[in-house]
């Protein structure tokens, strides 16, 4: 019997949730958005989005890290 296929919108929330919890000082609709426009990209460049998820893990976590960076900034200014 074959594996069923991951379910694009399945592997989508866990990685949100994961990038949540390690970006906790990101707001989780940045999260949200950041791992949205990273699998958009993905699209974009019509790639499956759950055979592109380490692509779109690196984009949301590249854009996570700004955002950390800026709210940690803003916190200690």
């Known amino acids: 019997m074959p594996t069923a296929r991951p379910n694009a ?3 989508m929330l866990e990685l949100a949730q994961r ?3 390690e970006f906790d000082t990101v707001p989780l ?6 791992v949205k426009a990273a699998a958009e990209a993905a699209r ?3 790639e499956d989005v759950t055979a592109a998820l380490p692509t779109v893990e690196r984009i949301a976590r590249e854009d996570l890290a700004v955002l950390s960076e800026a709210a940690s900034a803003a916190v200690t200014a």
């Not at 609709?29 to 950041?34: E, H, L, N, T």
């Open 19 to 21: 990038l949540a919890e």
């Open 9 to 11: 919108l399945a592997v």
């Open 29 to 34: 609709a940045q999260v949200s958005r950041a």
């Open 44 to 46: 974009l460049f019509g």
